[in-house]
């Protein structure tokens, strides 16, 4: 019986214990019907992801030729008719890629035309001004021989009346001023021919000379590589690359680089929304989608100040160009790269997953267990990532937080 009473005195406070214990570990299930997670003091950097791609920061550039975009050619776009594939390792000298000749050939041929019509007028004027001037000779010599005449009536008429005199005198004069303007008009009439035929010889040369730029235009519409390297197409007003079928404008006429992997940089656009918080010199951690298992640091080199439009965006975006610290063997350009740019430093501050945060009504909050009650605490958040948010005020560390909504708030 004794026995009996003493189980009965400790086993009654055992079970209470047992219950207690019970029901402070389910306590977060209990009160709120959900998971909990105890806010923790951390670091959290606050970055900007982007996409971009891999490239040499040098690289040799491979354009349209010089004498493809002279604009006296008026050839203001050219079409690829065929390109190598973007990677290909080339040698110096190797075909890179064939331009269209059609449009030089129109060009040229009419061209052609107007020199065939330009050595016409040109024979033509010659011929006239041969003419012409041949006549204005002839002129001079009958004018001439008019004041011979004139002066002859003019030594007779000293045995005339002096009426006859004066007729004589007033003849002579008369005919020196024909003989004058003869010999000013033929000045003036050689000296307009021989400018018209001039201008009709520079024409005839410049066509000479503009048929032999098409002509060569023509024959450079084979693109080779200037030295070894890996060929990277350029890219067109979109951002998307140069391939088959593609126009090149003499405004815009890079066709591919060959790239110089010494120093590797990322090239990629940061949306309008985001570019305010971005500066040179940030610190940025780099991964490659082609090299899972490697992460690279580099800084912000250049954040472009004019933004534009580009594929795969709808809004505008600004160039940004990433150096890398160091470069390596594995690193080829033109490979996928997600840059985190991290442009601020939360240090020990309170941490919650986002999964925490909520909104209520314009409010972000968090639902605190606190008392065995839950409560729907307002709060402050300064920046998330990685499935994580700064909480700038309205937590403290330790305090426990419901990662779903109770159910009267469903």
């Not at 110096?92 to 330009?118: H, V």
């Not at 045995?159 to 002579?172: C, L, V």
């Not at 991290?342 to 008392?371: C, M, W």
């Not at 009650?373 to 309205?394: D, R, T």
């Amino acid at each position: 019986m004794k026995k009996n009473k003493k189980l009965i005195f400790w086993g009654i406070p055992a079970i209470v214990l047992l219950i207690i214990a019970i029901v402070g570990v389910f306590d977060d299930d209990l009160i709120g019907g959900g998971h909990t997670y105890q806010v923790k003091i951390g670091n959290l950097d606050a970055v900007v992801e982007s996409v971009g791609e891999v490239k040499g920061e040098k690289a040799t550039e491979i354009n349209l030729p010089d004498v493809i975009c002279d604009r006296e050619l008026r050839i203001w776009q050219v079409k690829i008719v065929d390109m190598v594939e973007e990677g290909k390792i080339v040698k110096k000298g190797d075909y890179i890629a064939q331009l269209d000749q059609t449009n030089l050939s129109n060009q040229m041929r009419d061209r052609m035309q107007e020199k065939e019509k330009a050595d016409a007028d040109l024979k033509n004027a010659r011929i006239d001004s041969t003419v012409r001037l041949t006549q204005r000779r002839e002129e001079i010599t009958n004018a001439l021989l008019d004041l011979e005449y004139g002066k002859i009536d003019l030594e007779q008429s000293k045995y005339e009346s002096a009426a006859y005199q004066r007729k004589a005198q007033m003849t002579y004069q008369k005919g020196e001023i024909q003989l004058e303007k003869k010999r000013r008009d033929y000045l003036l009439e050689r000296n307009r021919l021989k400018m018209n035929v001039q201008r009709l010889e520079e024409r005839v040369e410049w066509l000479n000379d503009l048929i032999g730029r098409y002509q060569q235009a023509m024959r450079s519409t084979r693109i080779t590589t200037p030295q070894d390297g890996i060929v990277m197409p350029g890219t067109n007003w979109d951002g998307s690359k140069y391939s088959k079928d593609d126009e090149i404008s003499i405004w815009r006429p890079l066709i591919a680089t060959l790239p110089d992997m010494s120093t590797v940089i990322s090239e990629t656009y940061v949306k309008e929304i985001d570019i305010s918080k971005i500066a040179v010199g940030d610190s940025v951690s780099i991964t490659i989608d082609a090299l899972p298992d490697n992460v690279y640091s580099g800084k912000v080199n250049y954040v472009a100040s004019i933004g534009e439009d580009h594929q795969g965006f709808d809004m505008k975006v600004f160039r940004v160009i990433v150096r890398f610290d160091s470069s390596d063997s594995d690193l080829k350009p033109g490979m996928t790269c997600t840059n985190n740019i991290v442009f601020d430093h939360y240090r020990n501050q309170p941490l919650i997953p986002t999964e925490a945060l909520f909104r209520d009504s314009l409010k972000q909050v968090v639902y605190l267990k606190r008392g065995g009650q839950v409560i729907a605490q307002p709060v402050e958040i300064g920046v998330e990532n990685q499935g994580m948010a700064v909480v700038l005020k309205g937590l403290k560390e330790g305090d426990r937080v419901m990662l779903t909504p109770p159910e009267d708030k469903l």
